[in-house]
């Protein structure tokens, strides 16, 4: 079935609009193919050039080439069925393709000059400035190691018009080639080339991602810390939301390679790549290869060569770290090598190489204010398995899992026979599944072979903990009972304290009398014993307990201070931290909270040298919430909870709660990249808490993608703001929070973007919806506002009616703001005259000029000077349009009294008064009229 060519360039345009994927390539074929069979030369030439565009997207770059020669015979054969801008298109795409032929090295270097030389020829025929030709050809030097060729083309480019103004990619041009070279001349010129765009000097049409991804090891080299992790953060995200070539990923991939940020590498690996699968452009393949190959030898050889790495976050680790170095390294070599054969130089290959033997530039760079170096317990050294034991056995005891799991990875792998049983019931317990009852008994029994008499009855009272998880009460029971039985015989107060602490959890998980009695008698055999771990645990599982209960919290205030004070002494983090969780809960129920934020200042002022830095970080994390909590100290909260989030997040402790706190905090004192690295780390995780009813207060997952939304509202993101907004809208209407304050200050917020974006009708709709939802929160004031915002942008989008309607609108929204405070509605009221003003001035109403003086006194009661002084050039405008020159200049001697001396608003008045007064007849006139008003019988205000 034919289709007409209208219906096919509304199908391209459709195509156009399409996200990159196989979906839109299948209707852009399609497009080409009906074009063909209709014969619209033109219409197939543009779609083609489409689909090449598309394929390069998708990693099939190959694919271009037949698309290009099947337009550029159609044009040449057939010129006359193409207008001079599909010449122009046909030599700037032949330019493009130029520069993919370069990547592949099977493409010999005599097709390369014939290529070139055609190019060239068609350029000059028409007579066209050489600037595309000579950048093509500057590129093809650059690839081929071709320095003096490079050189020569790059001042002939400049020659010729050198980099378009506002485009990243012409500027990109002077950074990348001196980057290329690697000296440390050509770094210094390219760091002095770049920073005017990584401050913000230049503007550009695009994002500098581009030359942040190139100035990553650059600035590291130059110890420029803070700008290179900012450059990294926000190339980042740029990478993650366009399609960019392979090669800015690859220098990431680098630089966490060269700045001890392996695992933020590997990261990195699992983002892009699955994307070597699909690309058919061996260049970028080269580099990207080169640079996973950097990073896997690096953790290759900090040992972790047998760490499972995924090729992408869509699939399980399948490959071990040592065999990706290997392939990726013969990947990088070989391809290396191929263009240094068809090059006729070593150059690619002694760079390739060169990189994959680079040493790292720093130790540790961070990449963000709470990045800290990677925390790996190496096998600690000189310590003798008995050592190694104890130690795995006293971080399980203080609930310290991870690091009873680094003890027990550092025992050798035949441990002498006589420890067997100790570390079989340890990881029985650190499983705690199915076969933990098995690992128990075997336990117990080696515990009974090696006369290990007080082992094998704890042993047996854990065995009888996991009976009681399972539900087998009567077994549970007479376990624990005999085993604690025994204990008591043995006379061992340390043993008897955890023997009678695993009785009351047997009784308590089977819902029997007595686990208070026993938790009882644990505590005073462990008080006994003098062992403070022993105290402050069975202290805090009584707190823990007596909190779920909701017992008298003067009661669990008194227990968790035991266990805070004996875990604080034992040097225990975990349990420390978790007496202070009862602390806090029990200080909030009984309506003391301020006497916990007391606390706490208080304990950090007086901890322990001994205190794990997870504690202390835990009490900054404390302190930082009340200060963010007691509003207006957020200045102060942000180094408290920055340091805190820091220290947790390096030992896998940080929370949402911790992120939260800490993106506010940030957020409020306008550390807007701060908030935002803060509030997207949880941005998923706060909704999916949501959903599953877990999170702490579900509001938090409005506000935190609020501060997301903003963050990148105030970082000039705007577009990435507004999808923000919107999401957090949709998502709040999805949930039931749709009538929240987070809601309605974003629907305000996207409507301001889009107002100032210039598309008015949406951000009308938005503010009306933000009206809404404000007045049922009760907030009128912000009802108000957004009702005559609504009316601007209603008229700005070309809907004069529609906005003379929302007028009423906005009124009756200005009545019900309350009377009191009276400087409040005053600013209301103003807002109101000035939107009527502006409005009906524009609409050229008849009372307009009325409105704009009623708008400059409700302004002047308001206390808005500035507004009022607008209001008063705008009525004389107005009245000045009207030939009333006479009330013109009352209302500009107005607003000239109350100008400053520099405001520039000064000029325009005078420019006014020079028109109100016109000829000398006519200030004559205008002098008897103002007399006449002067003396009490003129015609008043217009």
């Known amino acids: ?20 994927g196989e979906a839109q390539q299948a209707a852009m074929e399609d497009v080409v193919r009906h074009a063909d069979a209709g014969g619209f030369a033109r219409l197939a030439f543009e779609a083609r050039r489409r689909l090449a565009d598309a394929y390069s997207v998708a990693g099939q770059w190959h694919m271009a080439f037949p698309l290009f020669s099947r337009c550029l015979s159609d044009h040449d054969q057939r010129p006359e069925l193409f207008e001079p801008e599909d010449d122009r298109a046909l030599r700037l795409w032949y330019t493009h393709i130029v520069h993919t032929m370069v990547e592949f090295p099977d493409i010999t270097m005599a097709q390369l000059d014939q290529a070139m030389s055609d190019v060239e020829r068609r350029f000059k025929a028409g007579g066209h400035n050489l600037h595309p030709v000579y950048d093509m050809r500057r590129w093809v030097a650059q690839v081929t190691c071709d320095w003096e060729e ?82 990294r953060r926000r190339s980042a995200w740029e990478l993650s939301e366009r399609p960019y070539r392979i090669e800015y990923m690859a220098m990431h991939i680098e630089f966490c390679a060269m700045t001890g940020n392996e695992d933020q590498g590997l990261i990195e690996v699992r983002r892009s790549a699955h994307r070597l699968r699909d690309l058919n452009r061996p260049n970028g393949t080269m580099e990207m290869a080169a640079a996973i190959a950097l990073l896997m030898r690096r953790l290759d050889d900090a040992g972790r060569g047998e760490e499972l790495v995924a090729w992408s976050v869509h699939e399980d680790p399948t490959t071990p770290v040592a065999t990706m170095r290997q392939e990726m390294t013969e990947l990088a070599l070989d391809l290396a090598a191929r263009f240094d054969e068809r090059n006729g130089t070593t150059a690619q290959g002694d760079r390739i190489r060169s990189l994959l033997a680079a040493e790292p530039v720093v130790d540790f760079l961070p990449l963000t204010p709470t990045s800290r170096a990677p925390r790996r317990t190496p096998a600690p050294r000189g310590m003798s398995p008995e050592d190694l034991l104890e130690r795995a056995e006293w971080h399980q005891r203080a609930q310290e899992d991870t690091e009873t799991r680094d003890y027990l990875d550092a025992l050798p792998a035949e441990p002498p026979e006589h420890l067997v049983g100790r570390i079989t019931e340890l990881h029985a317990v650190l499983a705690w599944d199915a076969d933990t009852g098995d690992g128990l008994r075997r336990a117990a029994e080696e515990h009974r072979r090696n006369d290990d008499h007080r082992r094998h009855l704890l042993c047996r009272t854990w065995l009888a903990r996991w009976l009681a998880h399972n539900q087998r009460a009567e077994d549970a029971l007479a376990e624990a009972r005999s085993a604690l039985r025994e204990l008591h015989e043995a006379g061992d107060p340390w043993a008897i304290a955890w023997g009678e602490l695993r009785m009351a959890q047997v009784l308590v998980i089977l819902r029997e009398d007595g686990a208070y009695p026993a938790l009882r008698r644990a505590a005073q055999y462990a008080a006994a014993s003098g062992d403070p771990l022993s105290v402050g645990i069975i202290a805090d599982l009584e707190a823990f307990w007596r909190e779920h209960e909701r017992s008298a919290p003067e009661g669990v205030i008194s227990l968790a201070t035991t266990a805070k004070d004996f875990l604080l002494a034992a040097g225990s983090y975990a349990a420390t931290m978790s007496a202070f969780t009862r602390l806090e809960s029990a200080h909030e129920r009984a309506g003391r909270l301020p006497e916990f934020v007391a606390l706490v200042r208080e304990q950090l ?12 970080a835990h009490l900054r994390y404390e302190r930082g919430r009340a200060l963010v909590e007691e509003g207006n100290r957020g200045a102060e909260a942000v180094a408290d909870l920055t340091d805190a989030v820091t220290v947790l997040s390096s030992l896998n402790l940080d929370s949402t709660d911790h992120w939260y706190y800490l993106a506010t905090a940030c957020h409020v004192t306008s550390r807007y990249d701060e908030a935002r690295h803060a509030a997207n780390r949880i941005a998923n995780r706060v909704l999916d808490k949501r959903a599953e009813g877990t999170l702490a207060n579900p509001a938090w997952a409005d506000a935190c993608w609020l501060i997301l939304a903003d963050s990148y509202r105030n970082l ?72 005559c915002q609504q009316a601007q942008a209603l008229f700005w989008s070309g809907d004069t009616e529609a906005a003379l309607a929302c007028l009423p609108v906005a009124e009756e929204a200005v009545a019900a703001v309350p009377v009191e405070p009276v400087a409040i509605r005053a600013t209301c009221e103003a807002q109101l005259a000035e939107t009527r003003a502006r409005i009906t001035v524009a609409a050229e109403r008849p009372e307009a000029a009325r409105d704009a003086a009623r708008a400059s006194a409700a302004c002047r009661d308001a206390g808005e000077l500035s507004a009022a002084i607008d209001m008063d050039i705008l009525r004389a405008q107005v009245l000045l349009n009207e030939e009333r020159p006479d009330l013109a200049l009352p209302a500009l001697d107005a607003a000239r009294t109350a100008c400053a001396e520099d405001d520039p608003r000064l000029e325009e008045i005078a420019r006014l008064r020079t028109l109100a007064r016109g000829t000398p007849d006519r200030v004559q006139e205008v002098q008897e009229v103002q007399e006449v008003q002067a003396s009490g019988d003129g015609l008043g205000a217009g």
């Not at 490079?150 to 041009?173: A, Q, Y």
């Not at 002022?605 to 202390?616: I, K, M």
């Open 150 to 231: 490079e050189e020569r083309n790059h001042r002939l480019w400049w020659e010729s018009g050198g980099p378009r103004p506002r485009s990243v990619w012409d500027f990109e041009v002077d950074v990348e080639r001196l980057v290329r070279r690697g000296d440390e001349t050509s770094l210094a010129r390219a760091r002095e080339i770049a920073r005017p765009a990584l401050v913000g000097d230049v503007e550009f049409d695009e994002p500098p991602t581009p030359i942040q991804c190139l100035m990553l090891l650059p600035l590291t080299k130059a110890g420029a810390t803070s700008d290179v992790a900012l450059a």
């Open 716 to 787: 000039g993101e705007h577009t990435t703001a507004i999808e923000h907004y919107a999401y957090l809208v949709s998502k709040a209407q999805e949930y039931g929070s749709g009538e929240t304050h987070p809601v309605a200050v974003a629907l305000k917020d996207m409507a301001m973007v889009l107002y100032g974006l210039d598309r008015d009708a949406e951000a009308a709709e938005r503010f009306q919806q933000a009206a809404e939802v404000f007045a049922v929160l009760g907030n009128q004031v912000a009802a108000a506002s957004c009702r």
């Open 605 to 616: 002022d007086h901890l322990p040298s001994n205190t794990p830095e997870a504690v202390r």
């Open 1 to 20: 079935m034919s289709r007409g060519e209208a219906e096919l360039r509304e199908r391209l345009s459709e195509a156009s609009a399409m996200r990159f």
